[in-house]
């Protein structure tokens, strides 16, 4: 390959990566572009995870052999296996050498020392292909996995001149994995709550607007738990701020736990005292049955008085749910039927009867539903 041809599939590989939404997306543009780059038939992405002394494949592309699937769940190979992993990762690159990537051949020896196969060859043979070249992918100084292409059985074996432009290609793949990662990072942020860890609104939004959407289309059942801690104030007032930060993050882990009854529940903070969990799928009875737990484990909180919580979901007799907002404004205002009552359990929105007062006041002009918040809490606050 040329001079220029090379340049335009390292630029080609940086943009791909550049325009991926998302690590996936970056993994498979990464192979691909690498794959492309140096005329492989299949290309495969790999992690070192140090902590469990394995590679796990993160993505293969091209043409796949029997067992091979694009994204794996659980193809990974104990490094033990690959001597020339360990013994470069330990002893090249900590005596400052460079990361240079080299070639397999399927003809090459399958055994070395006693008890040892060379797994690339073997694996070579058993897929069909005749050669790979391996390169290391350097991370933040470190070594951060491998980028494997390999060439089929019967056509050329890549040459000193590949494995050299493959190290270039995995420093371009490296500073793509990083960059995703700086936005990754930045999404995370964005919609993170910093005290607790949990959603933060604005994720709330985005997931509520999403999930609202797939009810309209596929009748998905959509159920929101819109929750008040009770008592913040009085503890900031008597115990100090940072009293009232452990007793939010205490309730942000009875929060999460809670949610984990109900499979791909997001956990939020909407801000101040006010949480919610966002649940989609899960029948609106489980929904409540988390929800009762949720103000079971809240009482036990110390310092805290509970929680005042409102339930609304899609499959109760709440009417027609067409838009994020209106399922937000039913939630709230359980909750504050809840605050006003001082309920040690939920209420749900659309139980109580034709004329839920819940739904009614979920459903009035915002003037007139903050009168009749106000007499929510005059009926029962002393």
Known sequence: MGEDRRLAAVVALAQGMAAAQGSREAWRAAAAGA?????????ALSVWERELG??????????????????????????????????????????????????????????????????RVAALRRRGRGCCVVAPIVLHGRAWGELYVAR?????????GDADFATVLA????????????????????????????????????????AIERHRRD??????????????????????????????????????????????????????????LLAVGPPADQVVKAAHELCRRAAELELGDGVACGVASTEDPIGPVRSARRLFRLADAAQY??????????????????????????????????????RFRGRHAP
């Open 35 to 43: 794959c492309r780059a140096l005329g492989g038939s299949f290309a």
């Open 54 to 119: 394995r590679l796990r494949v993160l993505v293969n592309v091209g043409e796949l052999a029997e067992g091979e699937e694009e994204f794996p769940e659980d193809e990974a190979y104990p490094v033990h296996q690959f001597a020339e992993i360990t013994e470069f990762l330990h002893e090249q690159w900590a005596g400052g050498g460079e990361p240079d990537a080299w070639v397999e051949t399927a003809e090459g020896p399958a055994a070395g020392q006693p008890g040892y196969c060379h797994q």
């Open 152 to 160: 089929p059985a019967g056509e050329a074996v890549f040459g000193r």
């Open 171 to 210: 420093s371009v793949v490296a500073a793509g994995i990083a960059q995703t990662e700086r936005l990754e990072e930045a999404r995370r942020l964005a919609f993170t709550d910093s005290l607790t860890g949990l959603a933060n609104r604005r994720a709330v939004d985005v997931r509520l607007e999403r």
């Open 219 to 276: 009748d998905a059942v959509v159920s929101l738990v819109v929750c008040d801690l009770n008592g913040l104030k009085r503890v900031n007032d008597t115990h100090g701020h940072a009293a009232g930060d452990r007793l939010l993050e205490r309730f942000g882990s009875v929060l999460s736990l809670c949610g984990a009854m109900l499979p791909g529940a997001l956990a939020a903070r909407l801000g101040g005292d006010e949480f919610c």
């Open 337 to 374: 039927r809840a605050k006003a009552e001082r309920a040690n359990k939920p209420v749900v929105a659309g139980r109580a009867g034709p004329d839920d007062p819940v739904v009614r006041l979920a459903d009035e002009p915002s003037k007139e539903a903050g009168g009749e918040r106000r």
